[in-house]
């Protein structure tokens, strides 16, 4: 998740599950749906984990957990900071930015080669955050997958016959391609029948610059053969994707979060990685933007956004609420703000950030109608005697 902006399982041991023959043949193409009908024992379909996790009464304040940090001794330190804060929800890996499940599945799995033992007993780990009353978010990675793309280069980018990586040696694979989606989806499903409450989506998009080699690198275009132009196409294939998500994950009873970058809210789409906000707001119960101060080039009139995290944070939440407002089917609104000092930027680029800062981010959402969100440190090191609902 932590981009800089250019511009930026197993059946848990308690589960219990009716299964239906849910119609799975959609067909997208170009943001409309080809008709279909779903068979009626498909309604009847109900999943239940065998756990209870209600909504946060007063909204979702979670934090990032890594699988390491998940299935490690840090756990405790992290769920000390909810039971003694305000903060009551994580959002865990389940598949992360390399493309690896972090705990191992079934040995039948045809996801075992692909998983890290970073989450020794999931199921422990549901029971536990049951226990405590945290709300359980799944974050699933999806077209950043360096792992799936080695492993099937067909389903990725190739430049001179080889997968495509970029300057960080990661490696994409295709949004355009429906069995990429299936794959993805199939990981969503085993965290939701693991018990988690809802499925993050991250890497909803291409790599950043895709506008640039698009006519240069080697992939298909699946049935995205017509279009207007190369743009249109992506933005379809992305916004397609999310709403087959949302049908697929249904009979779930999960709710649907998608990570997008704050500045696609400003834009009538950011055409090279194919994220249009409106459009994916569109299909999914919450959409959280990636809003980090310092991951800003000047904007808003403000020069050096890091230095100004109540400033920038409001001037965005202002924004972003005229957009929503213009949505049938308004999502909630969970950003990820920062709890991070982004020392990359050089001396009297950037500032410390604590207490203070990580409070004045909220309280701006907060100004502008926005109670829940989401913090973000890639370490899991967050501040201490912050005060969650100032």
């Known amino acids: 998740m932590l981009c800089i902006l250019g511009l930026v399982g197993p ?29 009626d024992e498909a309604t009847r379909f109900a999943f239940q984990s065998g756990y209870t996790f209600d909504y946060p009464e007063d909204g979702v304040r979670g934090i990032y957990v890594t699988g390491n940090t998940a299935g ?44 890290k033992n ?6 422990q780990l549901m029971k536990t955050l049951e226990e405590n009353q945290v709300y359980p978010i799944a974050r699933i990675v999806v077209f950043k997958d360096s792992v799936l793309a080695n492993k099937r280069p067909e389903l990725s980018f190739k430049e001179n016959g080889d997968v495509w990586k970029n300057n960080r040696g990661e490696a994409f694979v295709n949004p355009f391609l429906k069995e990429v989606w299936d794959y993805n989806i199939q990981i969503a499903e085993k965290a939701a029948k693991l018990g988690f409450k809802e499925i993050q989506f991250d890497y909803v998009r291409f790599p950043e610059g895709f506008e640039r080699r698009d006519e240069m690198l ?33 009979p779930y009873g999960v709710d649907v979060s998608v990570d997008i970058f704050g500045y696609a809210a400003t834009i009538e789409e950011a055409p090279g990685i194919g994220q249009n906000f409106a459009k994916i707001s569109s299909h999914v119960d919450v959409i959280s933007s990636m809003i980090y101060p310092s991951h800003w080039t000047p904007y808003f009139g403000i020069d050096k956004p890091d230095l100004y995290p109540y400033e920038l944070t409001k001037a965005y939440a202002e924004v972003e609420n ?29 500032k410390q950030y604590g207490k203070k800062e990580v409070e004045a981010q909220i309280k701006a959402l907060q ?11 890639a370490s899991n090191q967050y501040t201490e005697g912050v005060n969650y609902k100032p």
């Open 218 to 250: 080697e992939y298909e275009v699946g049935t995205y053969k017509d279009g207007e132009n190369n743009v249109e196409r992506r933005v379809a294939a992305v916004s397609d994707f999310v709403a087959y998500a949302k049908e697929q994950l249904a």
């Open 367 to 377: 100004e502008e109608g926005i109670n829940e969100f989401l913090l973000w440190n």
């Open 322 to 350: 005229k957009v929503l407002n213009n949505i049938e089917n308004r999502p909630t609104s969970r950003p990820w703000i920062q709890d991070f000092t982004a020392t990359w930027l050089g001396t009297g680029n950037y």
């Open 118 to 123: 970073y989450i020794t007993d999931p199921n």
């Open 72 to 115: 490690g001794q840090r756990f405790q330190t992290l769920l000390d900071l909810i039971n003694s804060s305000e903060l009551n929800s994580m959002v865990i890996d389940i598949k992360d930015d390399h493309g690896y499940l972090t705990y191992l599945p079934e040995e039948s799995s045809q996801f075992k080669d692909v998983s």
């Open 11 to 39: 059946f848990s041991a308690q589960a219990e599950q009716t299964e239906s023959n849910v119609a799975r043949e959609h067909q997208f193409k170009f943001g409309k749906k080809t008709p279909f009908s779903i068979p």
